[in-house]
């Protein structure tokens, strides 16, 4: 099944351009964020992927860190956190809406 952002999903090129922002803070080993992986990122693959994201940035992970390191890092996991929190609503709302296309499609080719 073929789901579109902006048909299936309302989902503007400038709400995804948004969307891909926060999720590279959170997938940064993901080297660029394409529509396919936003349909198929489950609420859950996000919550894995921010608690491994936050236990290396957290400021209080490192004992032996300098004040500059410290505060950056503080200031890393405070973006983290803002764009799990940010996106995390997104990320149940195209979940939900992919799950019902997907059962109204299979509802349509059984009949």
């Known amino acids: 099944m073929d789901i579109q952002l902006e048909n299936d999903l309302k989902i503007s090129r400038a709400k ?7 999720l590279v803070l959170i997938f940064p080993e993901v080297p660029t964020i394409q529509k396919k992986f ?3 990122l489950t609420p859950d693959e996000l919550k ?3 608690m ?6 957290h ?8 004040k500059e390191e410290r505060k ?4 890393r996991y405070q973006r983290l ?3 799990y929190k940010a996106l995390l609503p997104h990320i149940e709302n195209i979940h939900q809406k992919v799950r019902d296309l997907e059962s109204r499609q299979k509802g349509k080719t059984s009949t």
């Open 81 to 83: 956190s803002m764009a």
């Open 52 to 57: 491994s994201q936050a236990a290396i940035c």
């Open 59 to 66: 400021p209080d992970t490192a004992d032996e860190l300098d």
């Open 38 to 40: 936003l349909i198929q």
């Open 16 to 22: 995804f351009g948004l969307l891909k922002d926060m």
């Open 72 to 75: 950056t890092r503080q200031m």
């Open 48 to 50: 894995r992927a921010y």
